[in-house]
């Protein structure tokens, strides 16, 4: 893409007032109306500030690496002081992207390794729940033996997925060597891309896309290649399995979403961000009597929590209690109701903005994670060196009194709750689909006779350069009504449930091969697979279908979409499932336009190489159009 068509695309960006008028949930729309009477800012009003965008930075030819610049390429000045040309710095600035996005995952995971460590050592009074997901992780790995206790393996396997996380000596990554189809990890080794761990190949990214080091943009794609495999297979993957081994596989349950599911008669606290370890054991804190007996004695009917983005969702997964109500974007909505006493951050799409609102509705805020601080906010957590992680319990239970406290603060007048409320189906997972079909190969069969023509992972962040919200279910219309199944998880999932997609309702959206198979089994046309750490469940789904049918994964009718992106674990997110073979599906371009040879390499290159190519088409109709005719190429029937 050019520069000209990136300034021609930004003048297509929707307005507030677009928003407004075409979001799908009513809730929203009823949100920001009062929002908008109140005086208060939200993320809409700070887009429509920011028009018009920089046609440099929508390109990825802006250079800000070094103290000489910034430097932008122009026809009259096509090289940087250092002689960098728009590829070399449109390559070097989205591998920066893709090298966040892996300490991002990878940051929050290591929370949770550290902590299978520490219950596996019992320095942490947590109990290991996942013991069938770590007897299998430990076949894999080679280390199983029945002789060894719970706690020996999860120790063991906390101990490789941790190497894997920080090696710095090469050595083999185990985690990918153990897991990762054999045809990809052949394919990966052709290509000289396997990663040394994730700690490396972010430092190693960081080092080579600094000043005057590696000039050869083909280079830095290789070293983004590398990224892309670290964000996977140790800051997703690794991450997931301490999850599953420490807290359990996911249950199935039915849950009620959307602003709706706000009860102003009870002590409402919301558990915002990403890192499940405090939030798990806040939501269990709030199950003991003198907690409950204390909310009772200042007013309350009880103590209810509410998801916003993945901390809720981990929450909801494995402890139940937890109503998903919004994604990043829409938290300052969630806070304009005025319903909420507590506030619970800890990382990632945690936007500064919050604040302003919490202040205006006596909403108590509370960081518990060093990486994340938010100017008044109170901080109550863990600390740099995670070395009070033994007090787990007894920071939750401060915690959640703090949110007990509150309650009568909160000024009746002020709160305002949409009615809009949506019941939901979540909990799927391989475990629970292979006893739901009375196993996978029934799943196979229905791909192969064409009742499901496809499947697609329908996930990914939001973002205000598409329309919020309708972009995505405009998305899963066109896909739903071509028999195509949708997996989903973490923010996309928001729309999806609290719009009635994961219910049996929505399979009057589907085509009638899908409409049968489904209805059957009770079983809604969307299935919830968690947070957006569990895009590693469906890969491994799309891993065990192909290995049933003995295709490789590339060959199969699977596919991954995104199409309201916004940050840099998106990128890794999408190039993760393109390095499978899997191709991946977009609104909204990746700031890379500004050079034609790097655009070639993530929208042609790829394909020749991995088997999969990253597609964007702004229009959601079109965007559809073509997932549906790539999976009909890729059909096995």
């Known amino acids: ?16 007032a677009e928003v407004m008028a075409q979001t799908p949930d009513p809730a929203v729309r009823q949100m920001l109306v009062r929002m908008e009477q109140l005086g208060l800012e939200t993320a809409f009003d700070r887009f429509d500030a920011q028009k018009a965008h920089c046609g440099f930075g929508l390109d990825g030819t802006c250079c800000r690496i070094c103290n000489m610049g910034p430097c932008k390429v122009t026809a009259r000045s096509p090289r940087g002081v250092c002689g960098a040309d728009a590829d070399l710095i449109v390559a070097r600035n989205i591998l920066r992207w893709v090298a966040a996005g892996v300490a991002s995952h990878g940051a929050r995971g290591r929370e949770v390794m550290l902590t299978l460590k520490a219950a596996a050592e019992g320095r942490v009074a947590l109990p290991i ?7 299998a992780t430990a076949r894999a790995f080679g280390i199983d033996d029945p002789a060894k206790s719970l706690p020996e393996l999860a120790g063991e396997i906390a101990d490789i997925l941790l190497e894997d996380l920080s090696r710095s000596v090469p050595d083999v990554h185990r985690t990918l060597q153990a897991l990762a189809p054999p045809e990809r990890q052949a394919v990966w080794e052709a290509l000289g891309i396997l990663p040394i761990s994730a700690y490396h190949e972010v430092f190693e990214a960081l080092h080579r896309t600094g000043t005057g080091t590696d000039g050869d943009w083909e280079n830095v794609m290789r070293q983004l290649l590398r990224c892309g495999l670290a964000f996977a297979w140790s800051s997703v993957l690794g991450s997931s399995i301490a999850m599953d081994i420490l807290y359990g596989p996911p249950r199935r349950d039915r849950i009620a979403a959307n602003l709706g599911a706000l009860d102003p008669d009870t002590v409402n606290i919301a558990i915002h961000g990403h890192s499940p370890v405090l939030p798990m054991a806040i939501v269990a804190a709030a199950d003991d009597p003198e907690l409950q007996a204390l909310a009772s004695e200042q007013g309350a009917a009880g103590i209810r929590f509410y998801g916003i983005c993945c901390s809720g969702l981990s929450s909801l997964y494995r402890h139940g209690g937890v109503s998903p109500l919004a994604n990043a974007i829409g938290a300052e909505l969630v806070l304009g109701t005025g319903a909420l006493d507590l506030w619970i951050a800890d990382v990632q799409d945690v936007y500064p903005g919050i604040m302003e609102v919490a202040h205006c509705f006596h909403t108590r805020v509370v960081t518990t994670n060093d990486s994340c601080r938010l100017p008044g906010a109170e901080h109550i957590g863990f600390d740099h060196h995670h070395a009070n992680l033994d007090e787990v319990h007894a920071l939750a239970r401060r915690i959640v009194r703090m949110g007990i406290e509150q309650f009568p603060q909160r000024r009746a007048a002020n709160v305002f709750v949409p009615r809009q409320v949506m019941e939901a189906e979540i909990g799927f997972s391989i475990e629970s689909l292979t006893e739901t079909f009375e196993g996978l190969p029934n799943l196979l069969a229905a ?12 996930v990914g962040c939001n973002n205000p350069k598409v329309l919020y919200e309708k972009t995505l279910c405009e998305v899963a219309d066109a896909l739903l009504a071509a028999d195509c199944l ?19 309702t929505a399979l009057e959206r589907t085509g009638l091969g899908l409409r049968a198979l489904l209805g059957e089994r009770g079983l809604p046309p969307v299935w919830h697979m968690g947070e957006c750490l569990d895009n590693a469940r469906a890969s491994g789904l799309f891993r065990a279908l192909a290995d049933l049918a003995g295709r490789p994964i590339k060959e199969m009718p699977f596919a991954f979409a995104s199409p309201e992106w916004s940050n840099e674990k998106g990128v890794g997110a999408a190039l993760g499932f393109r390095l499978l073979g899997v191709p991946s599906y977009h609104c909204v371009p990746a700031p890379i336009g500004g050079s034609a040879a790097v655009s070639r390499f993530f929208h042609e290159t790829t394909q020749d190489t991995l088997g999969a190519a990253m597609v964007v088409e702004r229009d959601p109709q079109r965007l559809a159009q073509r997932i549906i ?3 009909n190429v890729r059909a096995i029937g």
């Not at 893409?1 to 507030?16: E, I, N």
């Not at 791909?447 to 329908?458: A, E, K």
């Not at 949708?486 to 049996?504: H, R, W």
């Open 1 to 16: 893409m050019s520069t000209g068509s990136s300034r021609k695309a930004r003048q297509g960006f929707p307005t507030k």
């Open 129 to 135: 729940r996942g013991e069938a997901k770590a007897r």
């Open 447 to 458: 791909l192969t006779d064409g009742r499901v023509r496809g499947i697609v992972n329908l």
């Open 486 to 504: 949708i997996l989903t998880n973490g923010c996309a999932s928001f729309p999806l449930l609290k719009l009635g997609y994961c219910t049996e």
């Open 629 to 631: 005719e790539d999976l």
